[in-house]
């Protein structure tokens, strides 16, 4: 069953003069219990489609479709919230806010959810727990190394229980240590706890984690391989 | 309440930014408070008066004295039921820098008129019995350290020379715009050494019926309009709004100056917020991304801006109350019952509020806005 549909989603945008044409009818689906690899040159639209995948970027055509929900028509307010539900996101640069702590950057999902405190306690200690840093939950980012930060965005992208992990380049600045400890951990969400995954990578070591992999070039789906679940 | 972590580590992210911020709010609106505080008291002061008592005084001006055998007419004047003179002397102590008002008084009449003089009764008997004796404020005795008994040498300016007086008496005013910072002596005792050549500079009228005060007014002036020295009767109130008028248009100065003030501040405690905004473009963009709704992120900045401009304001305006309400400052007797009163507070509060909406509302507005897309692309 398609978690995710791509229905002929049409993309441009305008650079100066020029209209780009991003997708020109596009159409895609990603399974339930999925882990999908988006590879493809820069410029293909990988980051574009997850972008509209999380309801961030709006096609200029089509339908975006995610368990059930038509994304694209929901309004600025509805997709916040409907975010907060249903999309965890993990960025390449981890993108933890520096002021806060390992556990409140895990929480900052949960406070848009109405939780207790002991609730929203008891949840970000087991996410820490999953991504293996409860020993790390005061630790603020600067005291984290590349992976550790990481792993934490990932904590913090699935401690709200979400539909959908969406990743861009999650080991894009990653040593290859780290990025096997991330890609690990993935893999782990992915056959443990049935989590979702869509990941944007360049790096074809982090594709063979993945259980299907898309090609991209110049908005175009090329090729697919492996099995959607 | 669970957003408030996000708030205070937002605000001690530059703490030494934010501490300068608060600072300036702070500043801000205690140099606001002080300046209208300057309003209010003389506006206090300027209400000050015996409903029932009148001032009279030369035509020409306050510094040209009137002929003693006035008194006796104006306490014949019908409505008039009590009459007391005084006359200021301008005498310095020690090396002046320390100015108070002193004054030559009649006694009995005087104190008669001011019970707002609070004096202990043997005190009062002591003063009124000894020629020589000096009655002063409270807080003149104190800034001197001098005490009951002790003979004070004040150095004429207007009547040259040494005068020496003994205090026997401290009075406490019973009305906070009343000056505690005043010496006052006999009359007798200044006319007796000026050989019976003194004149009173101005009466003081007791009067039956306050409503009648501007026939009463009428009546003495007319009675004195061709005589030697032409009188200018009024009402105590008049007779001290007079005094504040000759400030010049205080009112609109420290008003101007304090918005002045508060306006600049803004301008600062503005580009702060815009400033903490800016650098915060590419974690709004992640907020937005978890879930967090434009409406929120626009209150967390509002919040923010409020954090400080109530940390601030009460710095300042509590700072300014405090010092003010009990650190007993009169401007050297010119400003009597100098405080804060709950109505600028009321002003410096919404100033806060005011100033919080002003400096917030921008980068508040830009958080809110902010288009999520082309901010990851340039995390990214």
Not at chain 1, 193 to 201: A, G, H, M, S, Y
Not at chain 2, 29 to 48: E, P
Not at chain 2, 200 to 227: C, H, K, M, T
Not at chain 2, 277 to 300: H, N, Q, Y
Request: with cysteine; charged share 20%.
């Amino acid at each position: 069953m398609a978690l995710v549909e791509i229905r002929d989603v049409h993309k441009s945008f305008q650079r100066d003069t020029q209209t780009v044409e991003v997708y020109v009818g596009l159409d895609v689906d990603f399974e339930e219990g999925s882990f999908t690899a988006l590879m493809g040159p820069s410029g293909s639209g990988k980051s574009t489609l997850l972008n509209l995948i999380a309801g961030l970027d709006r096609p200029t055509s089509g339908a975006v479709r995610v368990a059930g929900a038509e994304v694209s028509a929901l309004n600025a307010a509805q997709l916040a919230v409907w975010r907060a539900r249903h999309i965890g996101f993990v960025f390449q640069s981890y993108n933890l806010l520096p002021v806060l702590t390992a556990y409140q950057n895990v929480e900052l999902p949960l406070l848009l959810v109405p939780l207790s405190k002991k609730e929203r306690r008891e949840r970000v200690t087991v996410a820490l727990g999953v991504v293996g840093l409860e020993d790390r939950m005061d630790h603020y980012p600067r005291q984290l190394s590349g992976g550790q930060e990481q792993r934490t965005a990932i904590a913090r992208a699935i401690v709200a229980d979400p539909t959908l992990i969406l990743l861009d380049e999650p080991t894009g600045q990653l040593d290859a240590k780290s990025s096997q400890e991330v890609l690990k951990l993935l893999r782990r969400l992915n056959d443990e706890f049935r989590k979702t995954i869509i990941i944007v990578t360049h790096d074809a070591h982090a594709a063979e984690q993945a259980t299907a992999v898309l090609h991209l070039e110049k908005g175009v789906l090329v090729e697919r391989q492996g099995t959607p679940a | 309440m669970k957003y408030l972590p996000l708030v205070l580590a937002n605000l001690g992210r530059h703490k030494r930014r934010t501490v300068l911020t608060i600072v300036s709010v702070a500043l801000a609106l205690f140099l606001f408070a002080s300046l209208r505080s300057v309003v209010t008291t003389l506006d206090a002061s300027s209400r000050f008066g015996g409903a029932d008592r009148m001032i009279v005084q030369n035509a020409t001006g306050i510094v040209f004295p009137l002929p003693m055998s006035y008194a006796a007419r104006l306490q014949a004047t019908p409505g008039v039921t009590a009459v007391s003179w005084a006359n200021w002397f301008g005498g310095r102590y020690g090396d002046g820098k320390r100015f108070f008002a002193n004054f030559a008084v009649d006694p009995a009449s005087y104190l008669a008129m001011y019970p707002e003089f609070v004096i202990p009764e043997d005190q009062k008997q002591a003063f009124l019995r000894e020629r020589s004796a000096a009655l002063v404020g409270r807080r003149l005795l104190e800034v001197f350290g001098w005490r009951v008994g002790q003979d004070v040498t004040l150095q004429g300016t207007i009547f040259p020379g040494p005068w020496t007086f003994t205090i026997r008496a401290v009075y406490t005013p019973s009305d906070k715009v009343i000056s505690d910072d005043v010496l006052m002596f006999h009359y007798d005792y200044l006319d007796e050494r000026l050989d019976r050549r003194m004149s009173p500079g101005w009466y003081v009228l007791r009067i039956a019926d306050p409503a009648l005060a501007p026939q009463v007014a009428r009546r003495i002036d007319d009675e004195f309009r061709n005589s030697s020295s032409a009188t200018k009767t009024g009402t105590e109130q008049a007779f001290q709004a007079g005094f504040v008028t000759m400030w010049g248009n205080v009112r609109f100065l420290m008003n101007s100056i304090g918005m002045a003030v508060v306006f600049a501040i803004l301008l600062v405690t503005a580009n702060a917020m815009m400033m903490s905004a800016r650098e915060r473009t590419s974690e709004v963009a992640v907020l937005k991304t978890i879930g967090f709704t434009d409406r929120t992120l626009f209150l967390l900045v509002m919040v923010e801006a409020g954090c400080i401009a109530c940390a601030g304001a009460l710095l300042g305006l509590g700072g300014a109350k405090l010092l003010y309400g009990t650190g007993d400052f009169n401007f050297v007797g010119f400003l009597p019952g100098f405080d804060v009163t709950p109505g600028t507070l009321g002003i410096g509060a919404g100033l806060a509020l005011a100033l919080t909406v002003a400096s917030g509302v921008v980068p508040a507005m830009r958080a809110a806005r902010l288009p999520v897309v082309q901010a990851l692309r340039k995390v990214e």
